[in-house]
């Protein structure tokens, strides 16, 4: 196959579930120099030979997730006639789940993306957090499961995305000294709110190597440390006044701070 390996994925799918699986194992051996190229939806003999026959062409892999008994069993056989390298993702998988379980599949390809309830709940939550991200709409705050309220880099907007995967409608707000809180803030229940706290000294170096990123000096204002005891000292004084719970995120991870706001939700 040379140094850029190429790999055709057949799928009775969308093709996503090998694709993934070869990826992971092409890590161990290439660092990005390879084509994968899917095959979705397949459900004839004939797109599979016309496959094979590209493959065998290009002296390509072969990966493939058909849970069609007969289709999986003829890729099987008529690659190895070609003398092609296949790798059956779903095949070794069902057979030894059938042999635990005593239980015979349901031979339905795609039900993992099956588009249930849970996962429209999902969507939602995701577009209600880029649609209400960084105060652009205080509408949404009314609407909001949860509001985090936090002075610039303090992972606010990560965090929204965190939690919208677990389904939950976040709005975020940016504690600004020149600019006043929406109103709304002061009038919702102040349980569903969550302040973002954090050091002097990491936010200062968070907003450095912001800069820095940026092509920028690390002595503009953002990154003053006068600057960041004021805006951490207005952002105590929004907090105690709307009377919310507050996380200190100076040395968290994303995943952490969301997991301890999600027990806080919990517990109540």
């Not at 099987?76 to 993702?89: H, K, V, Y």
């Not at 190597?209 to 105590?236: S, W």
Request: charged content about 30%; proline content about 5%.
């Amino acid at each position: 196959m040379g140094d850029k390996p190429h790999i055709y994925v057949l799928s009775d799918s969308v093709g996503e579930t090998a694709e993934l699986v070869i990826k992971a194992g092409l890590s161990q051996f290439n660092d990005g120099e390879y084509k994968i190229q899917r095959v979705p939806y397949v459900e004839d003999k004939k797109t599979i030979d016309d496959t094979l026959q590209i493959a065998a062409e290009n002296q390509a892999l072969i990966g493939f997730t058909l849970v069609d008994p007969d289709l999986r069993m003829y890729v099987n056989e008529a690659a190895s006639q070609m003398g092609l390298e296949i790798i059956d993702i779903m095949g070794p998988m069902m057979k030894a789940m059938k042999r635990t379980f005593n239980k015979t599949p349901r031979l339905e390809p795609g039900l993992v993306h099956q588009l249930d309830e849970d996962y429209f709940k999902r969507v939602e939550a995701i577009e209600f957090a880029v649609k209400y991200d960084d105060g652009r709409d205080p509408r949404g705050i009314a609407r909001a499961d949860i509001i985090l309220l936090g002075v610039s880099r303090t992972s606010k907007t990560p965090l929204s995305q965190y939690l919208a995967h677990k389904r939950l409608k976040v709005a975020n707000v940016p504690i600004v000294p020149e600019v006043d809180p929406p109103e709304v803030l002061f009038d919702i229940d102040p349980a569903k709110c969550v302040g973002l706290r954090i050091s002097a000294e990491k936010l200062n170096d968070i907003r450095k190597e912001r800069l820095k990123a940026l092509g920028l000096g690390d002595q503009a204002t953002y990154a003053n440390m006068d600057r960041i005891q004021q805006e951490l000292a207005y952002f105590d004084e929004i907090v105690e006044k709307i009377g919310c719970e507050v996380v200190d995120v100076s040395y968290k991870a994303v995943e952490e701070t969301a997991n301890t706001i999600m027990r806080m939700f919990r517990q109540r």
